[in-house]
């Protein structure tokens, strides 16, 4: 008798094909209309199962629920000094969450927002090294040029890949994020690293008038940028010819290319503004909270405005709100870890409460639909019959698909 953990290995593949023909598997739907503001409502409800969820995780774990949701809520929320660390955290999230939205506009998925930054902070350390003798409002515009052109730099290449080769910018732009670190790491021990660290691995400090400007508490005008860039984008997206052909050039290619737009310009000029984007957030982070460049300056603000974006559904508006959640939830983390919250429970708390508004947001637009096939219980052992010339083949074995809502 054949001993079943050594059956051949035509036998097995033939048992697996088997099963997953006769499975019924879920499939999502677009829906065809949503609701007027059930965009809000899906993502305050997914919010609040996700802190159910995160009360069982918090009782769990032998902590205070109430103490610790409260420390949250008063730490982001609770006061002038609360929400201007808020507003902190939430400028780098929207201006990142924007420039994957710029690219996510027309179908394309800049991944690399995070590299991108670290790219824009790296020219803008760069310059103020050289230029560092200029008068502090020319010498933080000038920053602020060189972050963007920083992620322009970066993004170029997977830009044209795209473009014009059909390479996916999801890989490339990727990986350029670990180059664009390596970069950094680099420079911190070689070419700029400071004469007067004592033989410590650290860049030089930049100069005192590279600072951006406070507005109240401990926000800067960074924040006065990324609502211009929101709003512009709004506009430009909206209510513009340009952006009505970027939309059009993501939703309907052949189409676009029917009226005459080329695609290959479209596809460069929304990666190459996202990484524009992307590289003035890195020199906003630099300039507003960081007195040198270091390695971990993102501190992985370029992969949470992934986030952002699809929360917001590729929406400025959207992302304004998303990215100021999505900061006091950071704050919120930060600040529960005093009352003896550990660092990996204050994350996986974090996490559930935006995957809780992502799944919100994902059920909203999609529906579920369960595809069995049919015609899976007999499956023949030999190959079929060849019907004789002038005959049709049988159809009595057909295994069309047919699916059921759920």
Known sequence: MTDPTHAPLHTVARGRARWHRGVVRP??????????????????????????????????????????YGRMADSSLGGFDAISRTLLRATPLAIAGLAVAVAGSMGLWNIGAEGQMMAGATA????AMVAGDLAGPMLIVAMLIAGAVGGVVLIVGPALARAYLGVSEIITTLMLVEVAIRIVEWLKVGPWKDPESLGFPQIAPLPDQASLPGLFGHVHI??????????????????????YELRLAGSSPATARYVGISLQRKVLAALLISGALAGLAGAIELSGTAT??????????????????????MRPAGVAV????????????????????????????????????LVAAVLLNYRIRWV???????????????????????????????????
């Open 27 to 68: 499939v999502l739907q677009r829906r065809t209309r949503v609701a007027p503001g059930a965009q809000a409502i899906a993502f305050v409800v997914g919010i609040a199962l996700a802190l159910i969820a995160g009360a069982l995780l918090l009782w769990a774990s032998g902590n205070d629920t109430f103490a610790v």
């Open 124 to 127: 803008a350390a760069g310059l």
């Open 222 to 243: 960074g924040v006065l940028l990324a609502a211009a860039l929101l709003a512009a984008f709004w506009m430009a997206v909206g209510r513009t010819a340009w952006g």
């Open 292 to 313: 040198r460049l270091e390695p971990g300056l993102s501190s992985g603000y370029g992969f949470a405005g992934i986030i952002v974006a699809a929360l917001a559904l």
């Open 322 to 357: 998303v990215a100021f959640v999505f900061g006091a939830v950071l704050r919120g983390g930060q600040a529960i870890q005093t009352l003896g919250v550990t660092s990996s429970i204050a994350t996986i708390l974090q996490a559930m409460i935006l995957i809780g508004a």
């Open 372 to 406: 069995r096939p049919v015609g899976h219980e007999s499956e023949p052992t030999s190959p079929p019959a060849v019907p004789a010339p002038g005959r049709a083949p049988s159809s009595s074995g057909s295994s069309a698909p047919e699916a059921s809502d759920v």
